[in-house]
């Protein structure tokens, strides 16, 4: 909570490109194994490191896991029929609607 009793978000305690985030993503790939580590980008891996408040050991655990969901949901596998309705013009990306929506 701050200072007028409403509760918020408390600052991040290390600066997202920094030299101390290189560190704590290297302990935390010391942690997984290369099976691992080379199925998921750095992106991922920065994600669950955040995620988790740059604890190392809990951004390993979750990492097993968010591999497992995106599988699940298949989610960066494409789709088939969305490539087709793009390539025909059937769908298009317009950019964002005028209420910022």
């Known amino acids: ?17 920094s030299e101390e985030e ?3 993503l290297r302990e935390m790939q010391a942690l997984i194994s290369d099976d691992l580590r080379s199925t998921v980008d ?3 891996q920065l994600m669950c490191l955040r995620g988790r408040k740059y604890d190392a050991a809990r951004a390993a655990e979750l990492l097993p896991r968010l591999v497992q ?18 390539a025909t013009g059937k769908v298009m990306l317009l950019g964002k609607a005028s209420t910022g929506r």
């Open 1 to 17: 909570f701050d200072e007028d009793g409403v509760m918020g978000q408390e600052a991040p305690k290390v600066e997202a490109g």
């Open 22 to 24: 290189a560190a704590l």
């Open 42 to 44: 750095a992106v991922e």
């Open 69 to 86: 969901l995106k599988q699940e949901l298949k989610i960066g596998e494409g789709s088939t029929q969305l490539t087709e309705d793009i």
